[in-house]
């Protein structure tokens, strides 16, 4: 049993942040059925680095995030499919959109007429900046929101900012906290609210160290590069054949770490003696450590440091920690054969989480288009000539 089983989710949502968001839930045992737009449905289906599976609508934008759910058609603009999609609520526990505030309403199927329907039903909205305040109405892509938020500004160094992160970091931070706010929602009694996710302020809400730097003490946050402002020497030093992060963010790793380079005499110099001074000639103190790191391979120092107690690791490609055996062979990647509208095998990340020593996995691959209208729409008293009339009208 896990810990959502028997919870029905009705996902909404488009591209990335809401998927994301019943991503998590699917793995924690819901049953997350996507009701998606007749045609053409989740616009993640187009999207990804194969076009070939973005044709066949079946991206690999999509197949990143949607393994484990079900698959509905239908269309809320005719009567008929938001009668139907009235029908499907009534059976649910959950549902999640990520329109732009006051779709919902619009079509007649927002919170509080769905609310009609299942007084306990746990609805979450997520948007790019909220459900109100001035900039509501603004449509927010994950660039938008990093640019926004003060992201973009504190990534990079000094030559680069303001630089966007490297993946969608918006999007998931974004899904990640609603499929949160969802799972202590379901656990609330009496059951039944209104989840308001805002992207923005969920980006600004993991910021916390760099917003209070400057609520709290005033200090502007900067784009530091590969430099850890708190501690020296802690960032990015060139070692052979690459990058190593180096953390002696303590005064005993410091005094390991200058050992183990055979550098103990830096210590006596008092540019270096204190943590403060250290961060004071940080560049300079980084010239003398990587004098003698580009003598050997970054992975090399890597284990020697951690093994005496120096936190520090290799810089990877994401082909490289994909094949080390911490995530190798920990269960995080799932493999899925020959999945129907693909044609071949597919393997994709789960969630990064271990249930009494079991990492979550889901059962199904994606799901093709409307793949499970009969099976769901049939739980609901349906008949084959009724989806039939329901299809040829443009509802499903």
């Excluded at 917003?211 to 070692?239: D, K």
Aim: charged share 20%; net charge negative; with cysteine.
């Amino acid at each position: 049993m896990k810990p959502l089983t028997d919870i029905r989710v009705l996902d909404l949502t488009n591209v990335l942040a809401g998927p994301f968001a019943c991503h998590q839930l699917a793995h924690m045992g819901a049953e997350v059925i996507k009701v998606e737009a007749v045609g053409r449905g989740d616009l993640a289906r187009q999207l990804g680095a194969d076009p070939e599976l973005s044709q066949n609508n079946m991206g690999v934008s999509f197949l990143a995030q949607n393994a484990g759910k079900k698959s509905v058609t239908v269309n809320l603009k005719k009567p008929d499919g938001k009668a139907l999609f009235e029908k499907l609520v009534a059976t649910a526990d959950v549902v999640v959109e990520n329109f732009r505030p006051g779709v919902m309403d619009r079509l007649g199927v927002g919170y509080e007429r769905l609310k009609e329907i299942k007084p306990d039903l746990v609805y979450c909205a997520i948007s790019g900046f909220g459900q109100d305040g001035p900039w509501k109405h603004r449509p927010a892509y994950d660039q938008i929101i990093q640019g926004t938020s003060g992201v973009m500004s504190v990534t990079g160094d000094v030559d680069s900012a303001p630089l966007r992160v490297g993946y969608p970091i918006a999007d998931t931070v974004g899904g990640i906290t609603a499929a949160f706010a969802i799972a202590a929602a379901l656990n609330a009694r009496p059951r039944g609210t209104f989840i308001d996710v805002s992207m923005l302020e969920s980006v600004l809400a993991t910021m916390g160290w760099a917003v209070s730097n400057y609520l709290i003490a005033g200090v502007t946050p900067q784009a530091n590069g590969n430099e850890n402002p708190t501690s020296a020497p802690s960032g990015a030093f060139e070692a052979g054949g690459g990058l190593i992060n180096i953390a002696a963010n303590k005064d005993e790793q410091w005094v390991l770490l200058t050992d183990h380079l055979g550098l103990a005499v830096l210590r006596d110099r008092p540019e270096y003696a204190t943590r403060e001074s250290r961060k004071a000639n940080r560049l300079a103190l980084k010239a003398e450590l990587e004098a003698v790191l580009k003598t050997r391979p970054a992975r090399d120092w890597a284990k020697e440091l951690n093994r005496i107690g120096v936190p520090a690791g290799a810089v990877l490609t994401v082909p490289e920690v994909l094949d080390m055996p911490q995530i190798a062979d920990r269960g995080f990647l799932h493999r899925f054969p020959d999945v129907p509208g693909v044609g071949r095998d597919i393997e994709v990340v789960t969630t990064g989480v271990k249930l009494d020593g079991a990492p979550l996995t889901v059962d199904k691959p994606p799901p093709e288009l409307g793949q499970d209208n009969s099976d769901i729409y049939g739980s609901l008293g349906l008949s084959d000539h009724d989806l039939e009339t329901l299809k040829q009208g443009g509802a499903i």
